[in-house]
């Protein structure tokens, strides 16, 4: 498949088409409602069964839940001791197709332990879970995409991570998954979909439905979030992949649509590697949750939480507790000790637990994570639950449904469309060396654009062509090259400074001070490629400092309200007690910002 960029123009052009389809232009065959990975997979499994198919996010893509994930593909080992299956084959089954086939540059093997302290009942208990979950994923013989589980001694766990407390564990578990950049994933898929003919239309916010006389809904009133317009949009069948705002978007039309969703908070520290020794990540049991040391990139992810969320959907924040709990956890475990000081960065995200009957603010642990497709009015198909991992399922099912007897004609065909820069990866793979050396690049450097472009370095490459510069590392965070800015600006959808540092890159938490010492240059090659003049670089440059001391505001704070209070102080230009400005003040002041 022919890679196709993704531009402003495009989306004038989506917003045209939208436009059109409420004035006389025929209607969409099928409108998705929520750009995250569930949307993101629906609208390509649509435009994959030939199906005109358009696209809307209230945001950017990937902005919600999406861009906040443990970044694991997995099958979910732990919900097994739930019994869970069917779930854990199905999400197992995915990961392999991810694997091999579908995304095999964005999915990247990994190896975990799970320390055992009892030296037999455990071995056995999660040996024979282990075995299970390896066989699970290796039903079809010759098709293994990971390696299959072994047993290590309290010797050879201390070879792959030397700094675990000895009293932690007298040996371990080590099985294979697979880790993802979750805001790269969704937005590949957007191109890939609008790649096969899907429109897309980010910032985009459906505000309500549009019914007919016998009252199906035919269509979606939409507001265009960058001008300020509002108009119609017509559709045979309109599908909802819309998170954690599942039931605040059913009820715009005059349904409770049946599902209940629940959602629970989770958050993540960034550690750099060198902090603590490990070549393979590690699983923890705590008695609230579960504690994981996750390998990615040049950083440890570590977490996480799991608490009831009932503040703002579309803002949840780090609180002071929730990183003291994440480094009390981690300190109980390791014989090194992390303290505030070499937290890089650190994230809050939500997940759309289903709850079975009515909502309830339980204990969010015990909820599977199992999708659930209905359609509570004709016309409207409406997806909860899931998880990253089983996207594509999700989009299947709820096609399926909305479609009816017609899917039998137009089966799904994702499980066997690469998404864009898999086909020829490992061909790309093999001119590293050459690239190396012509451009003076590291291994690492290298691996890192594989990671996240695979055989789409070749566009990165017709870049640099026309301009030698952009083969240079940005100065302030030399992991990322000149060319990656452009090539988001120019291919990838980019609409806003933000945009770029929190999903295109994720220098909001790989970068002290949220990467704000990148943003002089990543402006000045956002105006080049983008076309902004003085006034909008500095806009988008304040809002972008305005969001950081917002969120370094509510992070100082000690429970949710006062944080959500803290941050919508500063996105108000409210000053606050504690809440420095981030430009203009001196490198020990920024430091005690992020450390704090």
């Known amino acids: 498949m022919q890679s196709k960029a993704l531009t402003g123009r495009d989306r004038d052009e989506a917003v045209r088409v939208l436009r059109e389809s409420a004035l006389g232009g025929p209607p969409l065959d099928v409108l998705v409602v929520g750009g995250g990975v569930t949307g993101a997979g629906t609208a390509l499994d649509a435009a994959t069964r030939g199906l005109t198919t358009a696209l809307v996010e209230t945001a950017d893509w990937g902005s919600g839940t999406s861009q906040w994930s443990t970044k694991l593909v997995h099958g979910g080992l732990r919900y097994l001791q739930m019994l869970d299956v069917g779930l854990v084959h199905e999400a197992l089954t995915e990961r392999g197709l991810l694997l091999r086939t579908l995304a095999p540059h964005l999915v990247k093997p990994m190896p975990f332990l799970i320390p055992l302290r009892h030296r037999w009942w455990q071995r ?12 699970l994923a290796n039903a079809l013989p010759g098709r293994r995409a990971l390696p299959v589980h072994q047993h290590t001694s309290r010797r050879g766990l201390h070879r792959e991570f030397p700094q675990l407390r000895e009293d ?42 549009v019914r007919d006389e016998s009252g199906r809904v035919v269509g979606a009133r939409l507001l265009d979030r960058e001008t300020g317009s509002t108009y119609e949009a017509r559709a045979r069948q309109v599908i909802s992949c819309t998170g954690v705002w599942t039931e605040e978007v059913t009820r715009l039309a005059d349904t409770d649509g049946g599902l209940r969703v629940l959602a629970s908070k989770g958050i993540h520290l960034v550690v750099p590697r060198d902090r603590i020794e490990g070549s393979s990540g590690l699983f923890l049991q705590t008695e609230r949750s579960v504690l994981f040391f996750i390998p990615w990139s040049r950083y440890w992810i570590i977490g996480t939480t799991d608490t009831p969320w009932d503040q703002d959907l579309g803002h949840p924040v780090a609180t002071a507790t929730d990183i003291d709990y994440v480094l009390d956890r981690v300190n109980a475990a390791l014989t090194t000790q992390l303290g505030r000081e070499d937290v890089v960065g650190w994230y809050a995200g939500l997940r759309p637990l289903l709850q079975p009957g009515t909502r309830s603010p339980s204990d969010t642990a015990r909820v599977s994570r199992e999708h659930t497709v209905v359609s509570p009015v004709p016309g409207l198909t409406v997806i909860g639950g899931g998880k990253l991992t089983t996207y594509r399922v999700m989009a299947r099912d709820a096609v399926d449904l909305a479609l009816g007897p017609e899917a039998e004609a137009l089966p799904s065909i994702t499980d066997e469309i690469p998404l864009l820069g898999a086909v020829g990866e490992a061909a790309m793979r093999r001119r590293m060396p050459a690239l190396r050396a012509r451009f003076g690049w590291s291994a690492q450097l290298t691996d890192h654009l594989l990671h996240r472009y695979g055989s789409l370095v070749e566009e990165l490459l017709d870049l640099i062509a026309e301009d030698a510069s952009l083969a240079e590392p940005l100065r302030a965070t030399p992991a990322y090259l000149r060319a990656e800015i452009a090539y988001a600006c120019i291919s990838e959808g980019v609409l806003h400074l933000e945009d770029i540092l929190m999903r295109r890159t994720r220098l909001y938490y790989e970068e002290p001070r949220k990467g704000l010492d990148a943003v002089p240059e990543i402006a000045e090659i956002a105006v080049q490629w983008l076309g902004w003049g003085e006034e909008r670089e500095a806009r988008e440059v304040a809002d972008y400092e305005r969001r950081v001391r917002a969120d370094e505001a509510a992070a100082r704070e000690r429970d949710d309200e006062s944080a959500v209070r803290a941050r919508d102080r500063v996105l108000r230009g409210e000053p606050g007690p504690d809440a420095p400005t981030v430009a203009g003040h001196d490198d020990d002041e920024e430091d005690e910002v992020v450390a704090r």
């Open 168 to 209: 932690q564990a007298i040996g371990a578990v080590k099985y294979w998954d697979a880790t993802v950049d979750d805001a790269r994933l969704v937005s590949t898929i957007v191109r890939t979909a609008h790649s096969y003919g899907a429109s897309v239309a980010s910032r985009t916010e459906a505000v309500g439905f």
């Open 124 to 135: 056995a208990y999660y040996g024979a879970g282990v075995t299970l979950y390896d066989l």
